[in-house]
Nanobody, 123 residues
Framework: QAHLVESGGGSVQPGGSLRLSCIPS????????MAWFRQAPGQEREGVAR????????YYADSVKGRFTLSRETSQNTLTLQMNSLKPEDTAIYYC????????????????WGQGTQVTVSS
């Protein structure tokens, strides 16, 4: 059975940094996409960053480009989201997700989701 376990959320002041980690287990062999999404209170879920492990291609939402960095440690199979220069509007629950086959667009239906980790940016 597939699982995604996130960690690293917390509270930070504007301009600060946080590092989120996602440890997957039991994912099928045809897992093609890994991504981070977020959902703020009263707002729709939005894609933040995604990675296609087979090619290493990464994509970032405009709102986080230049501030967030997505990486994958193959030895430990960990997906990491380094978040710098955090803003209050980055406050949300962040979810790690994985998808089997096909394209990796944020609008696609991702198959596996973690439980989420809270990120709060406030002074």
């Amino acid at each position: 059975q597939a699982h995604l376990v996130e960690s690293g959320g917390g509270s930070v002041q504007p301009g600060g940094s946080l590092r989120l980690s996602c440890i997957p287990s039991g994912l099928p062999y045809d897992t093609n996409c890994m991504a981070w999404f977020r959902q703020a209170p009263g707002q729709e879920r939005e894609g933040v960053a995604r990675l296609k492990p087979s090619t290493g291609f990464t994509y970032y939402a405009d709102s986080v480009k230049g501030r967030f960095t997505l990486s994958r440690e193959t030895s430990q199979n960990t997906l990491t989201l380094q978040m710098n220069s955090l803003k209050p509007e980055d406050t949300a629950i962040y979810y790690c997700a994985a998808k089997r086959g096909g394209d990796c667009f944020f609008r696609s239906a991702y198959d596996y989701w973690g439980q989420g980790t809270q990120v709060t940016v406030s002074s």
